[in-house]
């Protein structure tokens, strides 16, 4: 895939980030299916405005990890603490569930490898990308569509087409819709799954463009997971490889991509491994 040059090297965009109070720290943790593990002991933080990559083959723990993180997999044992605005650096878990949601629904976007997972598919995509600040109480219809219009525009979608269904358009373009509902109402910390997989290779190259754009003009932090080390060079700062559930290496991400030293990022990063 054909990507555009980063403008900084992950080490200076960490600098830069400096040593800002964590926006998430993750300590210990573990999930488990039954005997199987899904991840475990796994512990890291992020700060504001950084990309957090977790890449690693099929089966790898990833996706396990990403859900248990961002509040849709309770894991069996460790801490997920989010700074959030209400309750400051809180445990997500302890939260009760309305609170929980609230701050899922204000402070976090989603989204997902399939963007029929993440849009309504009997309303417009402008309806979907408006929701979330019905969400949050707005009621005035014309503000609504104005701030929709202009994020339409931002993800590079025709406004013309604001009343279209999803299903009528491509899938590069639904993806575009689900970024774009997903930002709308300034989350702080955005999770992305997988966001280009399944596209063709020059939707995935302008699409990943167009978030890393955003990613940086809106100052977010972010985690993406992904098995193309193409779309964690151009997103993450740092990276986090995983293998059977468990972390093997982490660091810089043009560190442990030019120079990794577990033998498994080795493998990824010579593309041995089919993943």
Known sequence: MTTATIERSPSQAVAEIGQAPPLLRVSNLSKWYGHVVGCRDVSFELRPGEV????GESGSGKTTLLNAISGRLPPTSGV???????????????LNEPDRRRMQREEWGFVHQ??????????????????????????????????TLEWLDRVELDTSRIDDKPRNFSGGMQQRIQVARNLIHGPRLVFMDEPTGGLDVSVQARLLDLLRELVRDL?????????DMAVARLMAHRLI????????????????????QHPYSQLLVSSVLQI
């Not at 957090?52 to 890449?55: K, N, S, T």
């Not at 100052?219 to 098995?227: M, Q, Y």
């Not at 093997?248 to 030019?258: C, I, K, N």
Request: charged share 20%; glycine share 12%; aromatic share 6%.
């Open 241 to 260: 490889v995983m293998k059977s559930g468990y972390v093997v290496e982490t660091g810089l991400t043009d560190q442990v991509l030019d120079d990794p």
């Open 219 to 227: 100052g977010l932090a972010v985690i993406i997971v992904t098995h």
């Open 52 to 55: 957090l990559g977790i890449v």
């Open 80 to 94: 997920v603490e989010f700074d959030t605005s209400r309750f400051g650096l809180a445990n997500i878990y302890a």
């Open 114 to 147: 399939n963007p029929r997972d993440g849009l309504r598919m009997r309303v417009s995509g402008g309806a979907n990308v408006a929701e979330p600040l019905m969400n949050l109480g707005n009621r005035h219809y014309g503000q609504m569509r104005r701030a």
